[in-house]
Each structure stands twice: as structure tokens, then as C-alpha cells.
């Protein structure tokens, strides 16, 4: 009979105990660019707090829906701080801190077999070009304002049609390059130095008055959940060891 209730005991404990065990789960929409350096971040939070940070990566007009769309999750950080200017008024967006900056630059083929030197390089015939998609990433919209910048709006959809194929955010441009698909594309800088890219890529840079540096703002949502926790990752981007990290991978 002991034995019964013993083994009794140890079936209701059993399930409250891992119930008990079970962490805490932080949402955080990043965009493809920042993912290295936000997932470094977030390991050293976790740590601290015993939390589950599940970072949810892509394009940031895509994450921006995405989290319009639940009212679920804790942070967002865009490659471009237009998304959140753009979106203000819809009372998602609490606190708002700068923590670095993205800027776009030529990526062409290691050793740049094409020799582009320049925007203008791009709509040459011999040169196979990609962009990505306006609409979807944050590189697709700085790519657009680079090539209106550089001539006019024209001039920006006769690069977009002479594009072999469209891209959806920073990872795929990449990807291209690297499998020679393409010569070259407009991409954020910072990732031409991430490990699985620095030994196929090269950069051509762009003049700063043509591609304007754009700020990185990690945003609080409003409709978190854990505010305190969330607020202690902006806190960590923001001290000298967090801005170390951002450094280290090109911001």
C-alpha cells in the first residue's frame, strides 16, 4: 500500500514539477542583417534571466506585418529606423533606443572578375545584376533610394528590369553571389564580413551622400510580455560590451 501511494504521489508531482521547470519565452523580430550580433545578445539575456528568446528572423516589412498581425511578441529591430517612422501611429512601438547603424554597399564576386567600380556599372550588359524586392526587405527599399539618388526614378527601374531575378532580403542576395549566379547586387555592408560570406564576396562602397547610413532602433512593443526582461536586452545593446558586439560584425 506504500508503495502505491508513493507511486501515486510521484504521478500528480511529476507533471507540476516540469510545469514548474518550464521557461519563460521572449519573442524578438530581427532582420536578417542583425541576427548575428542580436543573437550573441540575446544568449548572454537568457543566461541572466533563465528566459527563452526566440528571435524570429526575415525581411522587415514581413516581420512588421507579422507582428501586426498576432499583437504577440517583445522587440523589433528593422534594418532601417523608416519602419518604425512609418508605423508610429499605430501604437505598437513603445520605448526606442538607437543602437547602431546599417549601410549599403556593392557586393560583387571575390577578386570583382567584372571590375565594377560603380552605380553605374550595374546596367551594363555584361554585368548580371539582383535586387531585392522594395516591397519585402529593408535592403529592397535602400536600393531603390540609392538608384534614385544616384540618377532618378528611371534610372531605378531600368536596374530593376535588367535584374536577372528579385530577392526578398539580405540572405539570398548573398547566396547568389556566392553560387555565381549573379555579379553583383546592393546589399548592407555589414554582412559582406560575416564568416560564411568574407571569402566569396567583395565590396565596392558608395558614396555616403548617395547611401546615407541608416539607424538600427531596437523597439519595445507595447503588447509584451516581459517588458522588464526586454527592456534589459535594449539596456545590454546599448552599454559598451553590446556596442562591442555590433562591431564586431560591421555595425
Not at 541576427?35 to 512588421?64: F, R, W
Not at 560564411?196 to 558614396?207: L, R, Y
Not at 519595445?220 to 545590454?236: C, G, H, P, R
Amino acid at each position: 500500500m506504500r508503495k502505491l501511494l508513493i507511486a501515486i504521489s510521484l504521478g500528480i508531482l511529476l507533471p507540476i514539477t516540469l510545469l514548474s521547470a518550464e521557461k519563460k519565452q521572449l519573442i524578438f523580430y530581427c532582420g536578417i542583417t542583425m541576427v548575428k550580433p542580436m543573437t550573441e545578445i540575446a544568449k548572454i539575456i537568457e543566461d541572466k534571466h533563465n528566459i527563452k528568446i526566440s528571435i524570429s528572423q526575415g525581411g522587415s516589412k514581413d516581420l512588421y506585418d507579422s507582428l501586426a498581425y498576432s499583437k504577440k511578441g517583445d522587440l523589433y529591430l528593422p534594418g532601417s529606423d523608416s519602419y518604425i517612422n512609418k508605423y508610429e501611429d499605430k501604437g505598437y512601438f513603445g520605448r526606442k533606443e538607437l543602437i547602431g547603424h546599417n549601410k549599403a554597399a556593392i557586393f560583387v564576386q571575390k577578386g570583382n572578375p567584372k571590375n565594377i567600380k560603380g552605380i553605374a556599372d550595374l546596367i551594363n550588359d555584361s554585368t548580371k545584376t539582383m535586387l531585392c524586392d522594395a516591397e519585402a526587405g529593408s535592403i529592397g527599399k535602400e536600393s531603390k533610394n540609392i538608384l534614385v539618388n544616384f540618377k532618378d526614378e528611371d534610372f531605378y527601374y531600368d536596374v530593376f528590369d535588367k535584374a536577372v531575378i528579385l530577392g526578398t532580403d539580405s540572405r539570398n542576395l548573398n547566396k547568389a553571389l556566392k553560387d555565381k549566379i549573379i555579379d553583383a547586387t546592393i546589399n548592407w555592408k555589414s554582412t559582406a564580413f560575416f564568416p560564411e560570406n568574407k571569402n566569396f564576396i567583395d565590396i565596392v562602397e558608395i558614396d555616403e551622400n548617395i547611401a546615407k547610413p541608416k539607424k538600427l532602433v531596437l523597439t519595445l512593443l507595447n503588447f509584451s510580455q516581459n517588458k522588464e526582461i526586454a527592456n534589459d536586452l535594449i539596456d545590454y545593446a546599448k552599454s559598451n560590451e553590446g556596442q562591442e558586439i555590433l562591431r564586431r560584425y560591421g555595425f
